[in-house]
């Protein structure tokens, strides 16, 4: 803080005590490094922790069998579209698409107007080919509109709307179709009342001219030379485990299920990527340079050289089983640390040995072998769980902070008591000095006056 001249005395009382100001405030550097160096332990401990949590999450899903047996699904024409889930097995089936499932659409006869009252009253019945029936309420003096809306508002399976034909004389007609495909969803309609709405709304099978203008068919198909119906469109485990989206008849066409290389692959280049950002990252946290002389938080770090010695541990681990090592089947671990890939060698050995290749990383029960996936997972979970090393380490250095600035709060009320005293001690100096000088000129003027009466 900047401190005043005191008084007249001409000692440079305010440079005095700001160098001594800036003395006792020297005091507060050390604790502020401190405080700055656990910070910027902190920040790196938290971009450590972020690079390896994302390996853990790559080193898990290679843990897991299921990421080995992914398939995937081929169709060698079109009208056909296909997705397989867990349950699929590998396999190539003949399937031909016979027929495409359609909704049934039912229509009146053409009336002149859709707001003119149509005489009469009533119920109409619409019974679907379970025999489930659904009473439809229709007031007197309804008109197509007023049909349509109570059709709808009953919640029969059927949506109704009113089309117009371009008909000289009777150009609207109610339409009834059905909300779902397949001949579950027929419905037939009978009416129990009275009046001209009583024909209008009745098919030919119930004394009505209601006419049924598309049928409800079931989608078919043949599947390797066997006849397979669907209600839809969407054909579901006729081939195990495999979902068939059919548009469009023709010729038979492959369905392969092969096992998706692919998706393997990518797990697998996941795992390289998020390792080979760890290895970035921590040595950028450790790095030293000679030109400037600084260093990255983490330089000579034991935790980070600890977590570094359990991971390089777990990736130098022999695996029991035809693949030892990486390496093996094209992925290997480079001399600057990081892990390269050979996609040929990776994608051969895959193709050809994949049972290996999972039991490389997901181990084995014949074997005895966890698998490198949980090699690695077992090193990390330890360094990255809730109270693990980076969770202990990082705490401690919070509280060492919190401590610190304790520590700075008190040593800043020390120096400002001791210069409060100096200032006092300082003020006493300037008023002596001030009193002296004053007696030493008052002294001097009498010695000058007795020298010139002495004269």
Not at 359 to 375: L, P, R, Y
Request: proline share 1%; glycine share 8%.
């Amino acid at each position: 803080m900047a401190i005043t001249t005191v008084g007249t005395s001409g000692l440079p009382i305010s440079t005095l005590l700001d160098q001594l100001q800036t003395a006792e405030e020297s005091k507060l550097l050390p604790i502020a490094t401190r405080q700055k160096e656990n910070t910027s332990k902190i920040t790196a401990y938290g971009t450590l922790k972020s690079s390896l949590t994302a390996l853990q999450t790559a080193t898990t899903n290679l843990a897991n069998a299921k990421t080995f047996s992914a398939l995937k699904t081929t169709v060698s024409g079109t009208g056909i579209a296909a997705a397989s889930d867990a349950t699929a097995v590998a396999g190539s089936h003949q399937v031909q698409v016979t027929g495409l499932a359609q909704a049934q659409t039912l229509a009146t006869t053409g009336v002149a107007s859709k707001t003119t009252a149509i005489d009469g009253s009533g119920t109409l019945t619409l019974t679907n080919a379970q025999g489930v029936a659904v009473n439809v309420n229709i007031a007197a003096n309804s008109t197509l509109e007023d049909m349509r809306s109570a059709i709808n508002a009953a919640s029969s399976g059927v949506t109704a709307s009113i089309i117009s034909t371009g008909d000289a004389t009777n150009p609207y007609r109610l339409v009834m179709s059905a909300n779902t495909t397949g001949t579950d969803s027929a419905v037939t309609a009978s009416f129990s009342g009275s009046g001209s709405v009583s024909t209008l709304l009745s098919d030919g099978a119930n004394g009505g001219t209601m006419t049924e203008q598309q049928s409800a068919k079931n989608a078919t198909l043949l599947v390797d030379g066997l006849t397979i119906t669907s209600q839809t469109n969407t054909v579901k485990d006729a081939i195990q485990g495999v979902t068939m989206t059919v548009s469009q008849v023709g010729a038979a066409q492959t369905v392969g299920v092969t096992q998706d290389t692919d998706s393997i692959k990518a797990s697998i280049n996941a795992f390289v990527t998020a390792y080979n950002a760890m290895v970035s990252s921590n040595k950028s946290l450790t790095a030293f340079n000679t030109d400037s002389t600084l260093s990255g938080a983490l330089l000579g770090d034991s935790t980070l050289r600890g977590i570094q010695n359990d991971i390089r541990t777990a990736i130098n681990t022999a695996q029991s089983g035809a693949f030892t090592n990486m390496s093996q089947f094209g992925v290997a671990l480079g001399a600057d640390g990081k892990i390269t890939v050979n996609d040929a060698k990776l994608t051969a050995a895959i193709n050809d040995s994949p049972k290996d290749v999972t039991e490389f990383f997901t181990g084995s029960t014949t074997s005895g072998s966890i698998g490198f996936a949980k090699t690695l997972g077992n090193k990390l979970t330890p360094i990255l769980q809730t109270s693990g090393k980076l969770d202990a380490v990082t705490t401690s250095l919070t509280t060492s902070n919190k401590n610190l600035e304790a520590t700075y709060e008190r040593m800043e009320n020390t120096i400002a008591a001791t210069m409060a005293r100096y200032k006092v001690q300082f003020t006493a100096l300037e008023t002596n000095v001030t009193q002296m000088n004053s007696t030493m000129t008052y002294l001097t003027a009498q010695f000058a006056a007795m020298n010139k009466d002495s004269d």
